[in-house]
């Protein structure tokens, strides 16, 4: 999936990361591999980015470091409350009722999930709904953040303000951490994916269909012809009437919007989408 960028170094960086490291960041945006590599450069001590890439090429413990800093991981529980809400409210009752018809549970995707935060989140409303045998999948492309995320061991700093339906309900406090409540942790399964690899769904997926993805603030580091890749997988494992909801600085452009549509139930804002009859 390597794209070039119009700087020789980078690639020679991205290359570097992709042989060495097993992670290809060819489709990130240059501005981000940029941002992140001069960082992590000024780090090491070192003025010029040829410099750099001559001293990533022979230090394995760069090399991860370098890979960490471009695995971006902006995440927290009850990040943007509205969305949120509206889900709650809003989009999981109807969701629900559809699934229950077809006689089986939820499944719902976390794509990009950091560190597990957002994954348990999403986990927490479904299972406050009492929904039966719905299931939760959180993916990301570190493996690192992937274990820690099934740990669900978070430092009890990193709560902030928690409605009730996700405080008490769902963690234990354990001094200055909180842990995951066990009553949570059997429908909910993380893996590592590449989104814009070629599995089209997370292994620890039942079936390659959803019926609501959460991709959020993943698109906006993308170079736009990994986003379409990246949009028409997420197209292929939501059947139509399946909601996709993105960041709220991320929208759709190109032929995604013959896939998506906006949901009229709540703000624009929000960036949330049902899926349309469109094939892909």
Not at 75 to 99: C, I
Not at 233 to 245: I, R, S
Request: glycine share 8%; hydrophobic share 45%.
């Amino acid at each position: 999936m390597t794209l070039a960028t119009d700087n020789p170094v980078l690639d020679r960086v991205v290359a570097l990361l992709r042989d060495l490291q097993g992670v290809d960041f060819g489709g990130h945006t240059a501005s981000t591999l940029t941002r992140r590599v001069q960082w992590r450069a000024a780090l090491c001590g070192l003025s010029d980015l040829p410099a750099y890439a001559r001293f990533l090429a022979g230090n394995p413990a760069e090399q991860l470091a370098l890979r960490s800093a471009l695995l971006v991981q902006v995440t927290q529980f009850w990040r943007d409350p509205p969305m949120w809400e509206a889900l709650h409210d809003k989009v999981l009752p109807t969701l629900g009722y559809a699934s229950r018809r077809e006689g089986r549970g939820l499944r719902a995707w976390s794509a990009g999930c950091a560190d597990g935060r957002e994954t348990w989140t999403l986990a927490s409303l479904l299972w406050a709904s009492a929904a039966d045998g719905w299931l939760v999948v959180g993916s990301d492309l570190d493996p690192t953040a992937v274990q820690f995320a099934q740990d669900g061991v978070y430092a009890a700093s990193a709560l902030g303000e928690l409605p009730e339906l996700l405080g008490p309900r769902t963690l234990d406090l354990k001094g200055a951490y909180v842990q995951v409540k066990p009553g949570l942790r059997p429908a909910v399964r993380f893996c590592v994916h590449d989104l814009a690899g070629v599995q089209i769904a997370p292994e620890a997926a039942v079936v390659a269909r959803f019926d609501l993805v959460l991709c959020r603030n993943v698109l906006i580091y993308l170079q736009p012809q990994v986003r379409e890749v990246v949009l028409r997988k997420l197209a292929a494992v939501l059947p139509a009437g399946g909601v996709l909801v993105l960041g709220l600085s991320e929208s759709l452009h190109g032929e995604a919007t013959r896939w998506f549509e906006p949901l009229v139930e709540v703000s624009r804002q929000l960036r949330m989408y049902r899926r349309t009859q469109e094939a892909l």
